[in-house]
């Protein structure tokens, strides 16, 4: 290996693997020749495929562990026994600062569970979470949490505030995004006391955030918020909507335009629209969400990507990577007031 930037991939993880990894890999090579890759997991399957893509092949390492963290695999189950599967070599990789970046699109739970165990939070996060981007009429945004923490108080809230606006500025370029607290009403009035907590907090750091207030669901998709905050279980329940309902308008448009001789006609004459259209909704297109707030990088990818999707979230590693995302949130949280202790006194404390 050289001194080129390293990615560890979880090359068991997810319904696909390791087929999708590989293709994955294969493709982002192409886009990011300056990335190298460790593939951990069974050398057995990995080395054929390797083998077949010689220019690939060049550029990364097998590492074997016959050890794999199931889909089902509860969280306290991976904890117990999955350090030495493929998923949690990865994360060891990053930690020991051999890799750069992890990526995995196996289980979501336990690829959490063992990144906050191996890799810890930073000071002054209490808790990790997931985050993504996500397509609108306008520009890309960013969503957060998204599945990691099904409940959160107000401290979180903010927090993830913090996280996601310098997510905003890694991922999509904003120079001062505006950040929304997903809400049930834009009146102030309006949520839960964690949510309305929050808000009052984001308002007084207004030399930090730029707040926008409240969103509804209906807000998401306009694109005037560039950040949206709100729990991982309200979020990956709304963004699992939005996949779901981009793919019911996908097939009421495939049936509209079978159902007769003019309408074949007429998907003729603006298929390239519909082309670019389908692309734009493509969840793999948007493959990849971030762990914000770990002392580390690990990419979660979706666990039925294929080796498209599997390219996507190896290209926001590479993005995260390439600006040092943890350091760049760490200084943030250093700007309002949250001075981080040493890493040496947290672990001394036994965090």
């Not at 319904?15 to 890759?37: C, H, L, T």
């Not at 993005?319 to 700007?335: H, N």
């Amino acid at each position: 290996m050289t001194d080129q930037l390293i990615i560890a991939l979880d090359g068991m993880g997810g319904d696909n693997a390791p087929d999708a990894v590989v293709q994955g890999a294969e493709i982002a090579r192409k886009k990011y020749p300056n990335v190298q890759f460790i593939f951990f997991g069974d050398r057995a399957l990995l080395d054929p495929q390797l083998g077949r893509l010689p220019e690939l092949q060049a550029v990364s390492e097998v590492r074997h562990t016959d050890e794999v963290v199931n889909s089902d695999d509860k969280p306290s189950q991976a904890m117990r026994r999955g350090r030495g599967s493929s998923m949690g070599l990865a994360i060891e990789a990053v930690r020991s600062g051999e890799a750069s970046v992890a990526v995995s699109s196996g289980n979501t739970g336990a690829l959490m569970a063992m990144a906050k165990f191996m890799l810890k939070t930073m000071a002054g996060i209490n808790r990790p979470a997931l985050a993504s981007t996500f397509p609108t009429v306008k520009e890309d945004i960013v969503m957060l949490d998204l599945g990691a923490n099904v409940e959160c108080d107000a401290e979180n809230l903010v927090q993830f505030a913090i996280m996601g606006s310098e997510f905003a500025r890694a991922a999509l370029g904003r120079t001062q995004p505006v950040v929304g607290l997903l809400n049930i009403g834009v009146e102030e009035l309006k949520g839960h006391g964690a949510v309305r907590s929050a808000s009052e907090r984001l308002r007084d750091m207004n030399s930090t955030i730029n707040f926008g207030g409240f969103v509804e669901g209906n807000d998401i998709v306009k694109g005037e918020i560039d950040v949206i905050v709100t729990d991982g279980f309200t979020g990956n329940i709304a963004i699992k909507t939005a996949e779901g309902t981009a793919r019911m308008f996908g097939e009421f448009l495939a049936q509209a335009f079978r159902s007769t001789i003019i309408s074949k006609l007429g998907y003729l004459l603006c298929r390239r629209a519909l082309a670019s259209v389908r692309e734009r909704l493509d969840p793999q297109e948007q493959n990849g969400g971030v762990f914000l707030g770990l002392n580390g990088l690990v990419v979660k990818s979706h666990g039925g990507s294929d080796g498209k999707g599997f390219a996507s979230a190896v290209a926001l590693a590479v993005r995260m990577a390439s600006v040092d995302l943890p350091r760049r949130i760490q200084e943030d949280l250093m700007k309002i007031g949250e001075e981080p202790v040493a890493e040496s006194a947290r672990q001394g404390a036994g965090e």
